[in-house]
């Protein structure tokens, strides 16, 4: 993205902070062996809380970044991977897991997504690095868990979204199931693997022992399609499965993506002032009063009546013009945007929570800041993803104490 794209009125950085108070997570220290997303996402949001995050991958790179250009998956990385040091290390080697086991002497936490029982079959699981550091507090994330019946099945995102139900409910009735866009399943695991991480550091404060925290990507993604199950139990099974973009309950109304001259607005209702408030922008305030549309379960039983009514308005109108008039009524609304008006958004922007930074890789990129915010601390600056072990010898050698020749010979063995 080039600067030509950057408004005016878009901050470079984020907004002054007067720091008084040390990040929470300072002085933690976090091995890093996941990889693509919902792992590095969780570390991601550590660093950014002040932790030290030392991300480990093997010689060619973590799967995200042995990608390559395929699919932007360099800018995927870049994302999920600031502020954090580079080790490469090849823990089939046994001198490799000996610097990994120096290293769990030395932190606080370990984060995993490899396919369960596979650190336990390099002598590095859980059992084992807890002898060495009881303190330790060993995080991993698969996509159906360590111990039932699917453990053993590969899973990435669409999977799980097939599995878990997001897909079959994703879409219009009359048309086959999609899937969701965003890749939900992975990151809906990576915020529960950090909330568990950070559940289990606070138990450590109270006993000084770790333990192992485990999130699998099915159960993390469950308790969000809680509308969809709720209408399941309602209807007692026979209500449609996929309801488009209207509410997965079909309990509000209007609930939907209606056009605009140049696009297409959100409108959500779920109150009855909020429908009277929407009436009046539109000049209809005379409908007030219609028994189709004065309470909400008369406005879902005429839900297709009121999308005409809505729709009648809003077509003839600019997105942003319709959102605008909305919003200032108080209505809930908001204009579809693309992705390219997203990575510029001026609120985003003005809060530090999209960043513009020269990435020595990608050159000019937007990039995401933590969205957890730690009033009284200064928010660190967003590092770039380091390049592929560009950390190794610093860390050996400060952290480990090894020297220039130990690193050498590890080297020329393909330990490092």
């Known amino acids: 993205?080039?600067?030509?794209?950057?408004?005016?009125?878009?901050?470079?950085?984020?907004?002054?902070?007067?720091?008084?108070?040390?990040?929470?997570?300072?002085?933690?220290?976090?091995?890093?062996?996941?990889?693509?997303?919902?792992?590095?996402?969780?570390?991601?949001?550590?660093?950014?809380?002040?932790?030290?995050?030392?991300?480990?991958?093997?010689?060619?790179?973590?799967?995200?970044?042995?990608?390559?250009?395929?699919?932007?998956?360099?800018?995927?990385?870049?994302?999920?991977?600031?502020?954090?040091?580079?080790?490469?290390?090849?823990?089939?080697?046994?001198?490799?897991?000996?610097?990994?086991?120096?290293?769990?002497?030395?932190?606080d936490v370990l984060v995993e997504n490899f396919s369960p029982g596979a650190m336990d079959r390099l002598g590095l699981g859980a059992d084992a690095l807890l002898q060495l550091n009881p303190g330790l507090v060993y995080a991993s994330s698969s996509g159906y868990g360590k111990d039932g019946p699917y453990r053993n099945y590969p899973a990435m995102d669409l999977v799980m979204q097939a599995m878990s139900g997001v897909i079959s409910i994703t879409g219009y009735p009359d048309q086959p199931p999609v899937k969701s866009g965003p890749a939900v399943c992975d990151f809906a695991a990576g915020t529960h693997l950090y909330g568990a991480i950070l559940t289990a550091l606070f138990e450590r404060e109270r006993t000084g022992l770790g333990r192992v925290v485990e999130v699998?990507?099915?159960?993390?993604?469950?308790?969000?399609?809680?509308?969809n199950i709720g209408m399941l139990h309602a209807s007692g099974g026979n209500g449609p499965s996929r309801t488009g973009n209207r509410h997965g309950g079909l309990g509000i109304s209007p609930y939907n993506v209606y056009q605009a001259a140049d696009g297409y607005i959100v409108l959500n209702c779920p109150g009855d002032h909020h429908f009277r408030a929407a009436l009046a922008v539109m000049g209809r305030s005379d409908l007030e009063t219609d028994e189709r549309f004065n309470t909400r379960s008369a406005r879902v039983k005429h839900m297709f009546e009121v999308d005409d009514l809505v729709e009648s308005w809003t077509k003839q109108l600019p997105k942003d013009e319709v959102a605008q008039r909305l919003l200032d009524a108080g209505v809930p609304c908001a204009p579809v945007r693309e992705l390219s008006e997203v990575l510029v958004d001026e609120n985003m922007h003005a809060r530090g929570s999209l960043q513009w930074i020269d990435h020595p890789e990608l050159g000019r990129v937007v990039l995401p800041h933590s969205p957890m915010r730690y009033e009284g601390?200064?928010?660190?600056?967003?590092?770039?993803?380091?390049?592929?072990?560009?950390?190794?010898?610093?860390?050996?050698?400060?952290?480990?104490?090894?020297?220039?020749?130990?690193?050498?010979?590890?080297?020329?063995?393909?330990d490092i």
Do not use: C, W
């Open 377 to 414: 601390s200064a928010p660190l600056p967003i590092e770039p993803s380091h390049t592929l072990g560009a950390d190794s010898e610093a860390l050996l050698e400060t952290l480990l104490g090894r020297t220039p020749d130990e690193i050498a010979a590890m080297q020329a063995a393909g």
């Open 1 to 107: 993205m080039s600067d030509a794209r950057q408004p005016s009125a878009v901050l470079e950085h984020a907004p002054a902070a007067a720091p008084s108070r040390a990040l929470p997570l300072s002085g933690v220290t976090v091995i890093d062996l996941s990889h693509v997303y919902n792992g590095p996402y969780a570390t991601f949001l550590m660093a950014l809380a002040g932790a030290r995050v030392i991300k480990i991958e093997p010689k060619g790179g973590e799967h995200l970044r042995s990608r390559g250009d395929a699919g932007g998956a360099a800018m995927a990385f870049a994302m999920l991977n600031s502020n954090k040091e580079s080790l490469t290390l090849n823990l089939k080697s046994e001198t490799g897991k000996a610097i990994l086991r120096d290293l769990i002497r030395k932190a």
């Open 216 to 227: 699998a990507m099915q159960d993390a993604i469950y308790a969000s399609m809680a509308s």
